[in-house]
């Protein structure tokens, strides 16, 4: 079975953290995680870290085996890795974590990857985990899927029930029915459009992404037939490149507007389709094989100051290190560094030079303190209102070495790539042409690349060659907003665009 084919019914996500710096004084409140006992139960799938009570803590562990166990079934596919999962009872931890649109969140550290979720009744922990974990092991089969597809799939897995034997999947998830109801449906061809971004407006784009999984798993065509074959087609063929609107009509045989018309008919047979999964032996209720440790507030410090980074919260990271010892302890490199890439994001430079230099000197081979290093030396040199050349070598330094040691830091040009669109302002056109060109030798399949090396042709007169790139990004699968950038580019040229 193809692994596209496998993953029509399976999802994960998780979010971790990580933390640390050396800092003559705290200056953000510090996130207090010793007001309750945390532990580690660990499970042949799962770490789970938690503030809950330990039985608490057990049921989650249970469940998440159980949901795993289920989706390996149903799917013949096992996590290659074990996740590392916060369930968090504590409301002001949480929302110092979570992005405030979420219930739950994955992230990948240095470690591994990791999911973050609150710890509630049993019914609200495992709905939230499932869609979690459904995310996960999506990312770890490392296929790139379309945003709609893997919020749809984890919306439509969350719901999923288990007696015995039997897997009832696909029931109609009430939040998302009453979403539908209350802010009506986006058209397919606005939902598939890689362009349209799911934050104008969430609650509807996860209600429609679900309708139209639940759509391909459950519902019949005009013709009779099951739409699954042809949406494993369509993923299948958006995998490989082929752009989104011909891969959809060579895949689905019709037009997005009479696809649009078959998923607005199933809107009446929402609460009487759905699928079962019948297993020849019951899926097991006992509680799993498990460990059970306590667990030091400082690692959990550590683990989530890393997490919130990837978020965007740097204060949040800042006040999570300052719980853990190690922005004042030498021998916690990793720690100090991230630590000092959130004071670099937050232009205290000098603090974020020490704390870099500490974790340097104590593991001037680490990989991954390497990476984190040249982040920091990156951030200081854009954060500047001139671009500081000296730490760019810097940066450039410690990324090679990081990557020599066996790091994927996606290395200075593609940072350089992605921030300034074009190349270092200042930079002869040359120069800027093979920053970006080496960067997308690297990520092919970057489209902020490709509008900026199209930029860059511009700017020296090849207009051609810059068209060919336009035209590129506007048939091709790419992320929210480039295509209609692309679009309007194109159009200054004196190119008419067609629209989707």
């Not at 990989?367 to 951030?379: C, E, F, I, K, T």
Request: charge should be negative; proline fraction near 7%; charged fraction near 25%.
């Amino acid at each position: 079975m193809k692994p596209i084919s496998l993953f029509l019914v399976i999802a994960l996500t998780l979010v971790c953290a990580c933390s640390s710096g050396r800092v003559a004084r705290p200056y953000y409140p510090p996130i207090d995680l010793s007001a309750r006992d945390w532990i580690e139960v660990e499970t042949p799938t799962f770490r789970v870290r938690s503030d809950a009570p330990p039985e608490a803590a057990r049921v989650a562990a249970t469940e998440l085996e159980r949901f795993a166990g289920l989706l390996s079934r149903a799917t013949q596919v096992v996590p290659t890795e074990r996740a590392t999962v916060y369930a968090i009872a504590d409301p002001k931890v949480l929302a110092a974590v979570l992005p405030d649109f979420a219930r739950g969140v994955r992230a990948n550290i240095h470690s591994g990857g990791l999911i973050v979720a609150p710890i509630q009744n049993v019914d609200d922990t495992r709905a939230t985990l499932s869609h979690e974990i459904v995310h996960e092991l999506m990312a770890q089969q490392r296929i790139r899927y379309p945003t709609w597809y893997t919020e749809g799939l984890a919306e439509f897995l969350e719901s999923t029930q288990v007696r015995h034997d039997l897997a009832t999947i696909g029931r109609p998830e009430t939040m998302r029915a009453m979403a539908l109801a209350a802010r009506g449906r986006i058209p397919v061809w606005q939902l598939l459009d890689p362009t349209h971004s799911p934050h104008e407006d969430l609650h509807a784009y996860y209600a429609n992404a679900w309708l139209v999984v639940h759509y391909l798993h459950t519902g019949r065509r005009p013709s009779g037939e099951s739409p699954l074959d042809a949406g494993v087609d369509y993923l299948e063929r958006l995998a490989v490149g082929e752009p989104w609107r011909s891969a959809f009509e060579t895949a689905f045989g019709t037009s997005l507007a009479a696809f649009d018309e078959e998923v607005e008919a199933h809107l009446e047979f929402l609460k009487t389709r759905y699928r079962l999964i019948d297993f020849e032996e019951p899926i097991p209720e006992d509680e799993p094989e498990m460990e059970v440790r306590t667990l030091a507030p400082e690692v959990v410090a550590a683990q989530l100051a890393e997490a919130t980074i990837q978020f965007g919260h740097y204060r949040a990271a800042a006040a999570l290190a300052l719980v853990a010892p190690w922005y004042r302890d030498p021998e916690a490199p990793r720690a100090n560094a991230v630590f000092g890439l959130a004071e670099a994001t937050l232009g205290v430079t000098d603090r974020a030079s020490r704390a870099v230099d500490v974790a340097l000197a104590s593991a001037p081979d680490d990989p991954a303190v390497l990476q984190l290093a040249g982040d920091v030396a990156y951030r200081l040199a854009v954060n500047e209102k001139q671009v500081d050349r000296e730490r760019l070598r810097e940066a450039r330094t410690r990324y090679e070495r990081s990557r020599r040691l066996g790091s994927t830091t996606p290395g200075l040009e593609w940072r350089i790539a992605r921030t300034f669109g074009a190349g270092l302002p200042g930079d002869d056109l040359e120069t800027r042409r093979e920053i970006v060109e080496r960067a997308l030798t690297r990520y092919p399949e970057d489209g902020q690349l490709l509008l900026g090396l199209a930029r860059i042709h511009v700017d020296a007169g090849r207009e051609e060659e810059a068209r060919r790139l336009l035209r590129t990004v506007i048939d091709g699968n790419w992320y929210p907003g480039l295509r209609e950038e692309a679009r309007r580019r194109l159009e200054a040229l004196g190119e008419p665009a067609t629209r989707s």
